[in-house]
């Protein structure tokens, strides 16, 4: 068991790991590779994105639609399926790590990456069109068409290409059963129990009857049901940021400055990883949005390969407008709702439990920046404040060194005593063992943008925060929904139309079987 | 702490979460190639698109 989990470790080291060094950084492979090719697609294509995007618009719109063309959906109900695939958790969360870790500038780099992304993304979709395999139709919910990057490998790129094919699907179909539904159903939990204090067995059970009742009806009620839920979520979410915008309007043009400033001069990252250092303001804003708007990663261009029509590109071009909503509009929302309300650099009064969690050790570096390091043997703290100097280990609250510690949730008792890393807990100067000490520390992640969305309605309502419980909870079920087509897409290229029903099966089962570590990583910042 | 039961064996959830990312990166390696090298293919589909004006021709009945 064990060596299992250092085979996976080691594996994630070579893949996620390499890369070209520059400075101290790391630029991943998989980095170079999403905005190469987005960029030379970009060029090949004459900045598609640019040109089409209004024609993208209006096909979605179904100005042009033909029900009488083969395939599954509507335009707008493919581009609802994909887009409430893709708009998820990283919208909300992976937004305000780049914010918090990249500073404001990592802004502009997800926009950047969003442009590229759009002829990625063009391209994948035109081409799962039309390589896409139609079926007679046998049981309405299996669905008469099938498209996607293994479609297009084996059929565009010819039979000796088969292997690739197979080694996609069975990438994707996999993908689909973590990060597409295990991950969705553990952040829905967490939220349920930790805002409503709802027992996991419960949510399971509601989230996967939602999930098997959609889903067993195929791409049809699929579309049906997302062309509904994803306007409405992500109408919810948005209409919310821009209360809070319109409330500081003020503020806005200044925060444009602030944002184009810091992308190339970046000074403000929260975690002091910014300052003066472009290349982690420029990682942070390349990985959150690639990672976002799912450009290149082929799984998008399966929804689309279901949309009615004979023309490939009238698909692809609804593609373009899949990271504009994604990260042009919505992952700005968010991270426009950090900076005006000023939550992303700010110290709230936080609970810091010292056997994990979020908790780091890092040494603080003379160009201000801090770097993780190991846990040392113990961290003397006098009168509740500890050393943080240049080049000696301190105690990390979200990767920020924390000034001041407390002993109970008013901070009125400063701590002084020593705090054992090893051991998970701090022991006072009277031999009081606690384990959980409190201090002012940022916020980051999903957490963070509910601050965001807290403070900023708090002249109008004290309930602002709900929003984006609401909104995780509906992106996680959403998400959920989508990506069940793209596995049992993979299941029938693999195992053909009656792995389908199975492959269904396992999923909504896969759902309920999740943990309770709450170490956080559904919502960690990675 | 409860253990997810998958492929026959218990492994902790972080490690499963590090394998949906190894998962995610193989997909996106051969998904771009293929872009790449089927990217003239899409570019005639593209300017046969736009010079036709599919778009506007009438539906088949």
Known sequence: MDLFEQIIQTVKFYVDGFGIPVGEQVIPLKVIALLGAGFFLTVRLGFVQLRYLSHGFAVATGRYDDPNEPGDVSHFQALTTALSATVGIGNIAGAAWAIHYGGPGALFWMWMTALLGAATKFSEVTLAQRYREVTAETHKHEGTVAGGPMYYIEHGLGPRWRWMAIFFAIALGFTAFITGNAVQANTLADTMQSNFGTPNVVTGLLAAAVVAVVI???????????????????????????????????????????????????????????????????????????????????????????????????????????????????????????????????????????????????????????????????????????????????????????????????????????????????????????????????????????????????????????????????????????????GDRCAAYLFGKQAVLPYRLVYVAMGLSWDRDRAGRGLGPR | MWRWVFLGTVIAPAAVWDLGDIALTVCILPNLLALVLLSSKTRTLMDDYFSRQAWLQQPKD
């Open chain 1, 216 to 486: 067993l009806g195929g791409i049809t009620r699929i579309g049906r049901v997302t062309a509904v839920l994803a306007p409405l979520m992500a109408g919810i979410y948005v209409l919310s940021a821009l209360v809070i915008i319109a409330m500081n309007a003020g503020a806005v043009l200044p925060t444009f400055a602030l944002i184009m400033r810091e992308a190339f001069n970046p000074s403000a990252g929260v975690a002091g990883t910014g300052i003066g250092v472009l290349l982690v303001t420029l990682n942070w804003g390349v990985n959150r949005g690639l990672f976002s708007n799912e450009a290149g990663q082929g799984s998008a261009p399966i929804a689309h390969a279901a949309a009615k029509t004979d023309e490939p590109v009238s698909e692809g071009v609804v593609g373009l407008v899949e990271p504009f909503i994604d990260t042009i509009i919505i992952v700005t929302m968010t991270c426009l709702v950090l900076i005006i309300t000023g939550v992303y650099d700010d110290r709230v009064p936080s609970e810091m439990t010292l056997a994990g969690g979020d908790l780091t050790y890092v040494t603080p570096q003379p160009d201000g920046r801090f770097v993780e390091g190991d846990a040392p043997a113990s961290i003397r703290i006098t009168g509740g404040r500890q050393p943080i100097t240049d080049g000696q280990v301190a105690f990390a609250w979200h990767d920020v060194p924390v000034e001041r510690f407390f002993t109970d949730v008013a901070q009125t008792q400063a701590f002084t005593g020593a705090i054992d890393p090893a051991a998970g807990s701090a022991v006072g100067a009277d031999g009081t063992t606690y384990d959980t000490l409190y201090g002012n520390a940022p916020e980051g992640g999903a957490p963070l943008t509910q601050l965001g969305f807290q403070r900023g309605l708090a002249p109008l309502v004290d309930w602002g925060g709900f929003i984006v419980v609401l909104s995780v909870m509906l992106f996680a079920i959403s998400t959920a929904i989508s990506w069940s087509y793209y």
